[in-house]
């Protein structure tokens, strides 16, 4: 019997190499962190953009159409630049300007700083203006004379104008003699000037109706500066601080009231004005002779006395 061979097996391995992952991983971490630099970009731009940009913005996203059809600095305006430091974001005033002098850089620093005190010493200015009206408001004297008190924010600072009404004078006639409802407004602006630090400037005014007794040398422009005095004396007895008066003048029919007639009785008046800082400057370097002729013209402008319309 012939012997039987046995079968030969052969096994073959099959080598599994892993297969490649790929880069899927990268582009899910890139996409995160690009997510986040946007989120971060969102939050910065959100932190420095101004309320009245975030409105115009969100009013836009409201009614797109609307804001580009009817323009606006959101919707093409080629004019805007990118903000810098100054007061006025939106134009030149404190943008960094390439090839700049330490001394322009220097002068651009100088107009932001005083631009800012400005609109700080305006802000004061309009509260005080608020707690005028309040007090004329509350003040049950002061309230029936309301059509008489002009109160108004000029160049100059807040201009304070006592009126005379036909019927109702601030003083005795062809007298620097006090009326005393007069006083007593002029006791109660008093009390509120010493809250702010400015200096103070007051002027008479009269009509055009020449005084009566004009031959022996006593005028209308005397009759205005004793008035303006006599006021003078009883914002100080109203508890306004002495020294805070810088300027009493007596300008007689010279700076007529806005729109009226020369003889009109609302000439008559006192102009009380709370100054601004440029206004006391300019009227410091006036009265002490420190500037040009040129500067002096440009400080008047500055310095004048313009009167305000009358109330409706």
Not at 253 to 280: C, H, L, W
């Given at each position: 019997?012939?012997?039987?061979?046995?079968?030969?097996?052969?096994?073959?391995?099959?080598?599994?190499?892993?297969?490649?992952?790929?880069?899927?991983?990268?582009?899910?971490?890139?996409?995160?962190?690009?997510?986040?630099?946007?989120?971060?970009?969102?939050?910065?731009?959100?932190?420095?953009?101004?309320?009245?940009?975030?409105?115009?913005?969100?009013?836009?996203?409201?009614?797109?159409?609307?804001?580009?059809?009817?323009?606006?600095?959101?919707?093409?305006?080629?004019?805007?630049?990118?903000?810098?430091?100054?007061?006025?974001?939106?134009?030149?005033?404190?943008?960094?300007?390439?090839?700049?002098?330490?001394?322009?850089?220097?002068?651009?620093?100088?107009?932001?700083?005083?631009?800012?005190?400005?609109?700080?010493?305006?802000?004061?200015?309009?509260?005080?203006?608020?707690?005028?009206?309040?007090?004329?408001?509350?003040?049950?004297?002061?309230?029936?004379?309301?059509?008489?008190?002009?109160?108004?924010?000029?160049?100059?600072?807040?201009?304070?104008?006592?009126?005379?009404?036909?019927?109702?004078?601030?003083?005795?006639?062809?007298?620097?003699?006090?009326?005393?409802?007069?006083?007593?407004?002029?006791?109660?602006?008093?009390?509120?000037?010493?809250?702010?630090?400015?200096?103070?400037?007051?002027?008479?005014?009269?009509?055009?109706?020449?005084?009566?007794?004009?031959?022996?040398?006593?005028?209308?422009?005397?009759?205005?500066?004793?008035?303006?005095?006599?006021?003078?004396?009883?914002?100080?007895?109203?508890?306004?601080?002495?020294?805070?008066?810088?300027?009493?003048?007596?300008?007689?029919?010279?700076?007529?009231?806005?729109?009226?007639?020369?003889?009109?009785?609302?000439?008559?008046?006192?102009?009380?004005?709370?100054m601004n800082k440029?206004?006391?400057?300019?009227?410091?370097?006036?009265?002490?002779?420190?500037?040009?002729?040129?500067e002096a013209g440009?400080?008047?402008?500055?310095?004048?006395?313009?009167?305000?319309?009358?109330?409706?």
């Amino acid at each position: 019997m012939s012997e039987q061979k046995a079968p030969i097996i052969v096994k073959r391995i099959k080598k599994s190499v892993g297969g490649h992952h790929g880069g899927a991983w990268k582009i899910a971490y890139a996409d995160f962190v690009t997510a986040m630099m946007a989120f971060f970009l969102l939050m910065w731009l959100l932190g420095s953009t101004t309320k009245g940009d975030l409105e115009g913005i969100a009013e836009y996203f409201k009614t797109p159409l609307k804001v580009a059809m009817q323009g606006g600095s959101g919707s093409g305006d080629s004019s805007s630049v990118l903000k810098g430091g100054g007061t006025d974001l939106t134009r030149q005033s404190g943008q960094v300007k390439k090839g700049q002098t330490e001394e322009e850089k220097k002068s651009y620093n100088l107009k932001a700083a005083r631009a800012e005190l400005e609109r700080l010493e305006k802000e004061k200015l309009k509260k005080l203006k608020s707690r005028l009206e309040a007090a004329i408001e509350q003040n049950a004297t002061l309230r029936q004379f309301k059509r008489q008190l002009l109160i108004d924010i000029t160049s100059e600072g807040l201009r304070i104008q006592i009126v005379d009404e036909q019927n109702r004078p601030m003083f005795n006639l062809a007298s620097a003699e006090l009326q005393p409802y007069t006083k007593i407004i002029l006791h109660e602006i008093g009390k509120v000037l010493n809250d702010v630090e400015n200096r103070i400037s007051l002027s008479g005014h009269t009509d055009s109706v020449q005084y009566a007794n004009a031959g022996r040398g006593y005028s209308n422009w005397e009759l205005s500066a004793d008035r303006a005095n006599a006021s003078r004396r009883e914002l100080i007895a109203g508890g306004m601080d002495a020294s805070k008066m810088l300027r009493v003048v007596g300008l007689a029919d010279s700076v007529p009231f806005q729109g009226a007639q020369p003889n009109d009785p609302v000439n008559r008046r006192i102009a009380i004005i709370v100054m601004n800082k440029r206004t006391e400057e300019a009227i410091t370097r006036q009265a002490s002779g420190a500037e040009s002729d040129a500067e002096a013209g440009d400080a008047t402008d500055a310095a004048s006395d313009k009167p305000a319309a009358p109330k409706p």
